[in-house]
């Protein structure tokens, strides 16, 4: 099988996130993975990490030498608005679909890169290949692994950087704040307390605990640290006192931030306003995501392995920083698993109505990864 024909088998299956509405989940595609695994000559174990939501783990281990894990999530988001999203079609040098640059690109080469491991005794790394659910929406999938205490030495996420090399990610800290009134009639507001009116009082109370804290530690790559209420939601009627009002919260982290310090910051400014007004009552949830933000020293061994293949591909060799998160949090802010994003794909494409990939990096990718692989045995010998 080619790796175009890999890829549009993987495109071809419906993996939208559980999360999202009418998603159908993991389950098929990795399944199929599955399959290609054990056709490459892998070991392959499955776990689930929720319920029809598994990950899926390939071996091609010797012993006696360095793991290298291949990393890659599962999950799309949702088909629409793109028309035709699971009928692959190669036109003008690409491959259109869903998932065809975030991630299916990436897990198809990593496929080829397992089968090539698979076949040739003298590989110089055992191979972990590792397909995760739930990217697209809390990263559970990649923190099971990361807690599940995987035996590798260096870990290859990968995501469509264009094959550029990342080591730097933000991370987010998520939650909701709810404030609690009394309904009434708005003809007679002054026989309850308006929810939303108390709202007002607490996104103020907010900002002076989060914003004094964004250019704490600016990031040389990743900037200034930022916050974003990206929801509300209250009341029932316009003639209705609103009893209840709800936010999200969503808190960007840089290296060096953690949510337990930005949470601290605040309940006291919550705190603070509660003092004001001993009949406010407000809540803030427990955070429903958390994601460290990581950074990969550049003298790595996987950094340096990473460098020397896009080098020989003609690719830049610097590594860089992004903004958004990726499973590399996961890998490594919690499983302490040293990592590099890297993929073909552009992340511009991702989640658009006319997803594609370039069948050149495509095929790019497979060598950067074999190659990246040699490197790191050299390198970590």
């Not at 640290?225 to 006192?241: C, R």
């Not at 590594?319 to 040293?338: C, E, K, N, R, W």
Request: glycine residues 8%; hydrophobic residues 45%.
């Amino acid at each position: 099988m080619s790796i175009v024909e890999t890829l549009a088998s993987l495109v071809a299956i419906d993996s939208v996130s559980s999360s999202l509405p009418g998603g159908p989940g993991e389950r098929e595609l990795a399944q199929h993975v599955a399959e290609l695994a054990r056709a490459a000559g892998a070991d392959v174990e499955s776990f689930e990490v929720a319920p029809g939501r598994p990950n899926v783990l390939a071996w091609v281990r010797r012993g006696g030498r360095p793991t290298v894990l291949l990393e890659c999530h599962l999950d799309t988001v949702a088909l629409d608005p793109m028309p035709d999203a699971l009928n692959p079609r190669v036109a003008q040098g690409r491959l259109y679909g869903r998932g065809a640059a975030d991630p299916k690109g990436s897990l198809a080469a990593m496929l080829h890169v397992l089968r090539a491991a698979g076949a040739d005794p003298a590989f110089p790394v055992d191979v972990c290949l590792a397909g995760a659910v739930d990217e697209e929406i809390s990263m559970t999938g990649s923190r099971a692994l990361a807690e599940r205490g995987l035996a590798v030495d260096a870990a290859i996420v990968g995501e469509p950087t264009q094959l550029r090399i990342v080591t730097a990610q933000k991370g987010a800290v998520r939650w909701r704040v709810r404030t609690h009134g009394v309904a009434a009639h708005s003809a007679t507001p002054d026989l309850g307390r308006n929810a939303i009116m108390d709202m007002t009082r607490a996104l103020a109370a907010l900002a002076a605990g989060v914003e004094p804290w964004l250019a704490q530690r600016p990031h040389p790559v990743l900037g200034c640290a930022t916050w974003n209420v990206g929801t509300i939601a209250g009341g029932s009627a316009v003639n209705v006192v609103p009893d209840r009002c709800d936010i999200d919260v969503d808190r960007r982290l840089v290296p060096g931030d953690t949510s337990a310090e930005v949470l601290h910051h605040v309940d006291a400014a919550l705190d603070a306003l509660r003092a004001e007004d001993a009949e406010l009552r407000i809540d803030r949830d427990p955070p429903y995501v958390d994601i460290p933000a990581i950074e990969t020293p550049h003298d790595a061994p996987i950094v340096q392995a990473a460098q020397r293949a896009v080098a020989a591909a003609g690719r830049p060799t610097e590594p860089m920083g992004v903004a958004y998160a990726t499973d590399a949090a996961m890998l490594s802010g919690v499983g302490g698993i040293p990592a590099v994003v890297l993929g073909p794909g552009d992340i511009a494409q991702g989640h658009t109505d006319d997803e594609w990939i370039a069948l050149d990096q495509l095929e790019q990718a497979v060598d950067v990864y074999r190659m990246t692989c040699l490197a790191f045995a050299e390198l970590a010998a």
